[in-house]
């Protein structure tokens, strides 16, 4: 998106670095309450466009450009989380949020070829990681706006009520049971070099077809869900139990014998990339906790690995 001097006017926005320097934080923000890189940058194009569909006067009016920007992206975000749940429910199979890369890698000595990467404009920290967006897609849209406002991005209860159109106190509620879901959902995850380590035995157990080596790596309730979204075959529901899911990555190994898999940064932690030719057709983010693995999410939708298709 480029900013420009309003139509049929020769003067430049004197707002204009306002406003630029806050579209990474308006990102960051779509992207958190969306689960979807490309709808965020929807969300955050159509912002712009409604500040350059007011007049200069009205323009001029604004005292905090930022907060402007910030109230109505996230207003825009609310309303496509409530149209967003019809759509998932005519979703074929099931439904993942889009995994995002890293520019720095958590192995050394990384080759293949590089495009622009989403996160260049997506600071990554445990509110972007895997599980904890699967949480959201969970929540009311009312409670996940309004956590994620609140818990992550620090605005007052006040602030978040005029965005959601709730009382303070009706927010304070929704992020307080947001935060209850988060704390039910998932045990606390390892340290970050744990997980690497955990996530890499498995990639050599998986390219070895070891099933026992698998199945001692994966918590005996563990959970693999894959999203193809129609487009490429995917498991139709979760596989369930960890001796269930040794089984079906051994499987997957000794069918797909042309697969490269890599160790890759998905959303902030150590995760799998598969590549075929040197292009990527799945990403795999996991949870790790008390040195097993407990979720295991496969995003194989061609539309959603987008920014990882040169490797």
């Given amino acids: 998106m480029t900013t420009r001097p309003e139509p049929g006017h020769g003067r430049p926005d004197p707002h204009l670095s306002a406003i630029v320097s806050e579209r990474r934080q308006l990102i960051n923000l779509a992207y958190r309450l969306l689960g979807s890189l490309a709808e965020a940058e ?172 698998l199945i001692g790596l994966l918590d005996p309730d563990a959970t693999a869900t894959g999203d193809g979204g129609g487009l490429v075959n995917a498991a139709p529901r979760p596989v369930e139990g960890g001796e269930q899911i040794a089984r079906f990555f051994a499987d997957l190994a000794s069918r797909a014998t042309d697969l490269t898999i890599l160790e890759r940064t998905v959303n902030g932690q150590p995760g799998l990339v598969a590549q075929q030719d040197g292009v990527t057709v799945a990403v795999y983010a996991f949870h790790v906790s008390d040195n097993r693995i407990t979720h295991i999410w496969a995003i194989l939708n061609p539309e959603k690995i987008r920014p990882w298709a040169a490797g």
Wanted: aromatic share 8%; net charge neutral.
């Fill in 42 to 213: 929807d969300a955050v194009q159509e912002t712009y466009t409604r500040w350059y569909a007011m007049s200069a006067p009205q323009r001029d009016a604004i005292a905090s450009p930022g907060a402007w920007l910030t109230t109505v992206a996230s207003r825009i975000c609310l309303d496509v989380l409530g149209s967003a749940r019809a759509r998932r429910e005519r979703y074929v199979g099931e439904w993942i949020p889009e995994p995002l890369p890293e520019p720095s890698e958590w192995i050394s000595g990384r080759t293949g070829g590089g495009t622009a990467d989403p996160a260049d404009r997506v600071t990554l920290d445990e509110s972007v990681n895997m599980a904890f967006l699967v949480v959201l897609e969970a929540m009311t849209p009312a409670e996940r706006v309004s956590f994620i406002l609140h818990d992550v991005f620090r605005f007052s209860f006040p602030e978040v009520a005029e965005i959601v159109g709730r009382t303070p106190a009706a927010c304070r509620q929704l992020a307080s049971s947001a935060r209850r879901r988060l704390r039910a959902s998932h045990a606390p995850a390892l340290p970050a070099a744990r997980q690497a380590a955990v996530v890499r035995d498995f990639k050599r157990a998986w390219e070895a077809s070891d099933i026992g080596a």
